[in-house]
């Protein structure tokens, strides 16, 4: 099974590259913040399609309010491994 793209919005917003709900569960855990209440965060996360997950990078800044160059939007988009590509803000 292939790699897709997950939108979680609750408790934290983050973008991530896995191949199923339990795998963004483990990332988002190891990267993010501990999973207090599991049904609640299954109910927030999401698959979605590469176009939306290439807008989510598109809006995408750092710590400091500057815009990823199109080829680091690439990098993260073309990525073959699970992976957080992006996390709220305010937990950088």
Request: overall charge negative.
């Amino acid at each position: 099974m292939g790699l897709k793209f997950w939108l979680v919005r609750e408790p934290y917003y983050a973008l991530i590259k896995a191949k199923d709900e339990e795998e963004v569960a483990k990332l988002y855990e190891e990267v993010v913040a501990d999973i207090e209440e599991e049904d609640a965060f299954y109910e927030e996360c999401a698959c979605i399609s590469d176009k939306i997950a290439l807008d989510e990078l598109h809006k995408a800044q750092d710590e400091n309010g500057n815009r990823m160059t199109y080829k680091e939007q690439m990098e993260l988009y073309e990525r073959e491994e699970s992976d957080v590509l992006l996390i709220e803000e305010s937990l950088l």
